[in-house]
């Protein structure tokens, strides 16, 4: 150890040493492995994509090369694979048959620019709320016209643009079949589908292959093995290259193609993005990559589609065969996707002799078979799952006959006149099976199917017993209301209603009674009071048992110390009907977001110190969720100066944990309105007998002294004049707890170091409003915190 350096103890904290240095760029083996798998996938399917668009062939590499490195570098998903993809091959073609290749390239440039705005107005949610079945129809209507164009070139061919016109042609190309085009695409096809089933060991290992790079090889050597004569892959000269240039036309047209081409590349990236979280969340082993930025990947996108459209390149957008690839081959960062395309641009430099051996009747087999797979049955069975064939049909038909956009505005149009449908249509029948009478609704219940509701219900005789089964999603306000005064009456006039919810199993069940808590489900986190009757002193409440010994009746609600009243005892089983509530509706939402948290850890940006009180509830106050605070609560929210006698470690210890272990960018110190602490601290009478409670406020005695130290600066609310002295302490309060933050040790090194920043807040109960303390040039002054705040503003920005 250098004589200059201070020894450093045991309790020493490891943060005292100087911070490492910073390590060089170092790409894991594991993202190496990953970049060749996905490479090897690439290569092939960049070409034959090229080929079924009527691109030159180079675009279809510039396009991967460029995916791989811009948009990799870029966008919001580490593990997501962009590049030339077949649900863009249809609108590529479509676009290169009107205006030219040129001019679809400067179209690319166009949609690429669009895609940065969806971004940086931050629009990127609101793609996903396009229905599932809209999105399958649509790519399965590609997948359809990429199968029968492609077919033409299997068979010796060549395809027209039109899907009706091909399925025409068809008799006639099979009345004229070339026999070594036929070949190769059949050996392609059958070593796509033999690869991955091959049994074994030996199976397991060659796998490891990927089955389209088997597929091409396989047919690249037997043509050249057996002397073929077959169209085969032209690259000319990089020199030679053809880049963007200005679409010419009626403005609209190409305003549509832009809007076509916006669409298909933006919400196939980003339901990609989606689905590469959720293959990186069920990975085994320690999570390295975080859930995807969705509005970053439409920048990243965007990003991508300028650069390849300007370099000659065919529109990027994620592709979900490539990034399934990279994920199952243990990617762990966005590295790999950038060296895929390291690899695309050297294959695509020093390749070309190898690769103009391909013949073109096996890319146009392999592509073909990437377009049969998009018409995925699994997603038939989903939508006939949700009754949204029509949905799924029209937009696939549409797609086919009329093309891309006009297919997803009439599959948006349907799935927007099903939901209205079933919204309005509502059936309610009145059934009675011995002796009991059933109403069952099925649909969702509004305010229209209230009159046939009403007319159903009073078909149920007075004094009957009535099942309500409700068989639907949604029930809005009106029904509700409707539905209750049924119940209320009926159940008054002697007759039992059981409403009964199938989709859940919960039930609302028996006839009321006057000493049971009908307060309604949304109402048990209020802090109300139940129209309980309240039994008189002497008597026992209801279900505390004979040989109880705990006080009863009105004397157990009331306390002796100082003029303090209490609620009325709840129900023992509240705290476990609240647990089952939880299981039964929140659960449900929060598993998936809870199951990423246990597995990566807790990484809180924030602690927050506050009090005890059973009217702050954190997490609604902020706005905030599981993983987001650290919180620390205590009466009075109180910070033990360090090193003081009687001090508090739970505190400190707290406070240790959060800055040196958890990282935390920032502490927040908490008081509230009507602080029973605070009361008591201005209450307290000396020389009165010490309990815990009584030890513990002594860590808020210098607030106090503080109030009566006749400050000029006293700390105060922006909005209003500050209440009482009891609200004053409680400011002053927070302000003081401030000041002993700072001498905590963590604390001081951590805002030394500019990694650490304190603030001070109010909360109002009776009006619900928060205030946040002032920089310190502002004096001791909570503001009023905006009601217009938007998120991801910073905290010095809400004042």
Not at 551 to 569: K, M, N, V, W
Request: overall charge positive; glycine content about 10%.
């Amino acid at each position: 150890m250098p004589a200059c350096a201070p020894p450093r103890t045991q309790h020493s904290p490891p943060h005292t040493s100087p911070p490492p240095r910073r390590r060089r760029f170092r790409v894991e083996s594991a993202d190496i492995s990953a970049s060749v798998a996905v490479f090897l996938i690439a290569l092939p399917l960049s070409l034959g994509i090229a080929l079924a668009t009527g691109a030159p062939l180079q675009a279809g590499l510039v396009a991967a090369a460029v995916g791989g490195i811009v948009a990799g570098r870029i966008g919001g998903c580490p593990l997501q694979v962009s590049g030339p993809a077949a649900g863009l091959t249809v609108v590529t073609a479509d676009l290169i048959h009107q205006y030219g290749w040129r001019a679809t390239c400067g179209i690319t440039v166009l949609a690429g620019i669009a895609q940065l705005g969806l971004g940086c107005l931050r629009v990127a949610r609101g793609a996903l709320a396009v229905s599932p079945a809209v999105v399958h129809g649509m790519l399965a209507g590609i997948g359809v016209t990429i199968a029968v164009a492609q077919l033409h070139i299997v068979l010796g061919g060549s395809p027209d643009s039109s899907v009706l016109a091909n399925l025409r042609a068809l008799p006639a190309q099979l009345a004229h079949l070339d026999p070594a085009a036929v070949a190769m695409s059949a050996l392609t096809l059958t070593l796509l589908l033999a690869w991955p089933r091959i049994p074994g060991r030996a199976g397991t290992l060659l796998r490891k292959v990927p089955a389209a790079l088997v597929a091409v090889i396989g047919a690249t050597v037997t043509a050249a093995l057996t002397g073929l004569t077959l169209p085969r892959v032209d690259l000319p000269s990089w020199r030679s290259h053809a880049l963007a240039g200005l679409p010419e036309g009626p403005t609209l047209g190409i305003v549509a193609a832009v809007l076509t081409t916006t669409l298909v590349c933006s919400v196939q990236s980003l339901l990609g993005a989606v689905a590469v979280d959720k293959l990186a969340s069920a990975r085994t082993g320690p999570a390295r990559v975080g859930r995807s930025d969705l509005d970053r990947e439409l920048l990243g996108q965007g990003a991508a589609n300028i650069v390849s459209g300007a370099l000659g390149g065919l529109p990027v957008a994620g592709v979900a065969v490539r990034s399934t690839a990279n994920v199952n081959s243990g990617a762990v960062s966005r590295n790999s996707t950038m060296l895929h395309g390291v690899l695309v641009v050297i294959a695509a430099l020093l390749m070309v002799p190898l690769l103009e051996q391909i013949p073109l009747a096996s890319l146009a087999a392999l592509v073909m078979a990437v377009g049969i797979q998009m018409v995925s049955l699994n997603h038939i069975r989903t939508v006939t799952r949700h009754r949204e064939v029509p949905v799924y049909a029209v937009t696939t038909l549409g797609v086919i006959c009329l093309g891309v956009l006009e297919g997803v505005l009439l599959g948006i149009a349907v799935a927007v006149a099903l939901a209205l449908h079933r919204l309005t249509h509502t059936r309610i029948t009145h059934s009675e099976k011995e002796g009991v009478h059933h109403v069952h609704v099925r649909g969702q219940l509004t305010f229209l199917a209230v009159p046939r509701l009403s007319r159903a219900l009073h078909r149920v005789p007075h004094g009957a017993r009535a099942v309500v089964e409700l068989d639907g999603s949604f029930m809005d306000h009106a029904a509700y209301e409707s539905l209750q005064d049924w119940k209320s009456s009926h159940t008054a006039r002697g007759g039992s209603a059981e409403l009964k919810d199938r989709r859940t199993g919960v039930r609302s069940a028996g006839t009321p009674s006057s000493t049971v808590c009908r307060c309604r489900p949304w109402t048990p986190w209020r802090n109300h009071r139940c129209d309980v009757p309240l039994p008189a002193a002497g008597e026992r409440a209801p279900g505390v048992p004979e040989d109880s010994a705990a006080p009863f009746g009105a004397d157990a609600l009331r306390e002796t110390a100082g003029s303090r009243t209490t609620r009325p005892r709840t129900d023992t089983h509240e705290l476990a009907r609240g647990i089952s509530s939880f299981q039964r509706n929140t659960a449900p939402l929060v598993r998936e977001e809870l199951a990423r948290l246990a597995k990566e850890g807790q990484r809180p940006s924030q602690l927050f110190l506050t009090c005890a009180d059973s009217r702050l509830v954190t997490s609604m106050i902020t706005a905030s969720g599981p993983g987001d605070l650290f919180v620390v609560r205590n009466v009075g929210n109180l910070v033990p100066p360090p090193a003081q006698e009687h001090s508090d470690d739970s505190v400190a210890a707290a406070i240790e944990y959060a800055v040196d272990v958890l990282g935390v960018r920032s502490i927040t110190v908490c008081g509230h309105s009507g602080c029973g602490a605070m009361q008591a601290l201005l209450t307290a009478e000396p020389g009165a007998a010490m309990t815990p409670l009584r030890r513990w406020l002594r860590h808020g005695e210098p607030s106090l002294d503080r109030m009566a130290g006749g400050r000029p600066e006293r700390p105060r609310l922006a909005a209003r004049p500050v209440a009482d002295s009891v609200e004053e302490l409680c400011l002053t309060n927070v302000v003081q707890q401030l000041a002993h933050l700072r001498a905590h040790e963590p604390v001081a090194r951590a805002l030394a170091a500019g990694a650490l920043e304190l603030h001070g807040m109010y909360f109002h109960v009776g009006e619900a409003r928060a205030y946040l303390l002032g920089d310190e040039g502002d004096g001791e002054v909570f503001h009023d915190v905006r009601e217009d705040v938007r998120e991801g503003s910073e905290v010095g920005s809400l004042v």
